[in-house]
């Protein structure tokens, strides 16, 4: 069974940082987009950031570009999201998803495993 595992979620006062892993477990990966969703409380889910599985292909949504930085290590079947300059508004649930087709799919929302998610609390 294909599980995605989230962690290093948390709570932080704006302006702080937080890492992001998610481990993808029972199979490989590496041929897979990965990347983050967040979804706000009464709010649709987002688009965060999506890497292929090159590492050539990076993608953001507009509310984090320049703030967050997304990565991959294909030997440990691993994401990361590094946060930076946290603002309340980034307070959500962040999901990790894989995508076996590519990046445009994938930011759409068309995800073939997704994680259980983990909070993330910016507080001002």
């Known amino acids: 069974q294909v599980r995605l595992v989230e962690s290093g979620g948390g709570s932080v006062q704006a302006g702080g940082s937080l890492r992001l892993s998610c481990a993808a477990s029972?199979?490989?990966?590496?041929?897979?987009?990965m990347g983050w969703f967040r979804q706000a409380a009464g709010k649709e889910r987002e688009f965060v950031a999506a890497i292929s599985w090159t590492g050539n292909d990076i993608y953001y949504g507009n509310s984090v570009k320049g703030r967050f930085t997304i990565s991959r290590d294909n030997a440990k079947n691993t994401v990361y999201l590094q946060m930076n300059s946290l603002k309340p508004d980034d307070t959500a649930i962040y999901y990790c998803a894989v995508n076996s087709a590519n990046i445009g799919n994938f930011q759409l929302g068309r995800c073939d495993y997704w994680g259980q998610g983990t909070q993330v609390t910016v507080s001002s």
């Open positions: 029972a199979r490989t990966f590496s041929r897979y987009v």
